[in-house]
Nanobody, 121 residues
Framework: QLRLEESGGGLVQPGNSLRLSCAAS????????MGWLRQGPGKEREVVSC????????YYADSVKGRFTISRDNAKNTLYLQMNNLKPEDTATYYC??????????????WGQGTQVTVSS
């Protein structure tokens, strides 16, 4: 059974860090470009970051550039998102998703259930 499971979310104060993980089962992530997306309260879903299959290319939304780092460990079948200097506007449910193209695109195929990140003092 194919499954993507995010973890690592939580409640943190502004300026702190979190590391999200997306563990895959029933699917080999090395075959997929991968993305992190988020949806905050009352907001539309937005792309946070993506990474190609061999990690050659990464993309970041302007709002997270310089603070977030996407990475993957294909041997562990896991995708990561290191989030530093978190801001209240980063509060959202974060989702990982597979991308059906070889490059970063919006052609998402499989999604995880999401993990909640709340940044508040």
């Amino acid at each position: 059974q194919l499954r993507l499971e995010e973890s690592g979310g939580g409640l943190v104060q502004p300026g702190n860090s979190l590391r999200l993980s997306c563990a895959a089962s029933g699917i080999s992530l090395h075959n997929w470009a991968m993305g992190w997306l988020r949806q905050g309260p009352g907001k539309e879903r937005e792309v946070v970051s993506c990474i190609t299959r061999n990690s050659e290319i990464t993309y970041y939304a302007d709002s997270v550039k310089g603070r977030f780092t996407i990475s993957r460990d294909n041997a562990k079948n896991t995708l990561y998102l290191q989030m530093n200097n978190l801001k209240p506007e980063d509060t959202a449910t974060y989702y990982c998703a597979t991308i059906s193209t070889d490059y970063c695109s919006d052609e998402y195929d499989y999604w995880g259930q999401g993990t909640q990140v709340t940044v508040s003092s």
